[in-house]
């Protein structure tokens, strides 16, 4: 178990560190969802990876017919459910391990407030989390990697004593002018291509 006063790293780090093909695929998700440094990716990616081993365990169990596996396979798929990575419906053990890391980052805190239009860009998102202009139920999160369950999405809002929440704050005002400018610019014309030649 370890002495409580050495903390455990939540993440595990890549076993080869300069391979070029995943590198470059992490420097893609780094941009795409705004992350602050490798870390909070590989942390996204032990997430995952703990829900993965969980669910193989189960699917191990359920084949030999053991009750309590049925229990503990619910409340994984219950738990995933609620947090919005898997579907609502019917979600499978099959469903779970066919999950990719980028699934779990879309459900950070930074992401939902930019693609609600909270902010303007990600790393906006990330320093309005981290300076406390974003509240869920009127209470203020700091954090820019909370993993937003899918019936807090539609709760999120700036803090109310922020003054972010102001609709003639300059941060609000940008946001709106950026807003209009691309429903009044003009689609871009398709260039013909010359592949078949």
């Given at each position: 178990?370890?002495?409580?006063?050495?903390?455990?790293?939540?993440?595990?780090r890549?076993?080869?560190?300069?391979?070029?093909?995943?590198?470059?695929?992490?420097?893609?998700?780094?941009?795409?969802?705004?992350?602050?440094n490798?870390r909070?990716?590989?942390?996204?990616?032990?997430?995952?990876?703990?829900?993965?081993?969980?669910?193989?365990?189960?699917?191990?169990?359920?084949?030999?017919?053991?009750?309590?596996?049925?229990?503990?396979a619910?409340?994984?798929?219950?738990?995933?459910?609620?947090l919005g990575?898997?579907?609502?419906?019917?979600?499978?053990?099959d469903?779970?391990?066919a999950?990719?890391?980028?699934?779990?980052?879309?459900?950070?805190?930074?992401?939902?407030?930019?693609?609600?239009?909270?902010?303007?860009?990600?790393?906006?998102?990330?320093?309005?989390?981290?300076?406390?202009?974003?509240?869920?139920?009127?209470?203020?999160?700091?954090?820019?990697?909370y993993?937003?369950?899918?019936?807090?999405?539609?709760?999120?809002?700036y803090?109310?004593?922020?003054?972010?929440?102001?609709?003639?704050?300059?941060?609000?005002?940008?946001?709106?002018?950026?807003?209009?400018?691309?429903?009044?610019?003009?689609?871009?014309?398709?260039?013909?291509?010359?592949?078949g030649?």
């Amino acid at each position: 178990m370890g002495d409580p006063k050495f903390l455990r790293r939540g993440y595990d780090r890549p076993k080869h560190p300069w391979e070029a093909q995943r590198m470059e695929e992490e420097r893609k998700l780094l941009q795409k969802y705004g992350l602050k440094n490798k870390r909070e990716l590989w942390r996204s990616q032990s997430v995952l990876r703990g829900f993965r081993r969980q669910a193989r365990d189960l699917q191990a169990r359920l084949r030999t017919g053991e009750p309590q596996a049925r229990v503990e396979a619910d409340g994984l798929l219950g738990r995933l459910t609620r947090l919005g990575i898997l579907p609502v419906g019917t979600p499978s053990i099959d469903d779970v391990l066919a999950l990719t890391p980028e699934v779990v980052l879309q459900r950070r805190l930074e992401w939902i407030v930019c693609a609600r239009g909270l902010a303007g860009t990600c790393k906006q998102a990330r320093q309005m989390i981290v300076h406390g202009h974003i509240a869920l139920d009127g209470r203020r999160i700091t954090r820019p990697g909370y993993l937003v369950a899918g019936s807090e999405e539609a709760r999120l809002a700036y803090a109310p004593t922020s003054g972010v929440a102001d609709d003639t704050h300059p941060i609000r005002m940008a946001m709106q002018e950026k807003q209009q400018a691309r429903s009044e610019a003009p689609p871009a014309p398709i260039e013909p291509t010359t592949e078949g030649r």
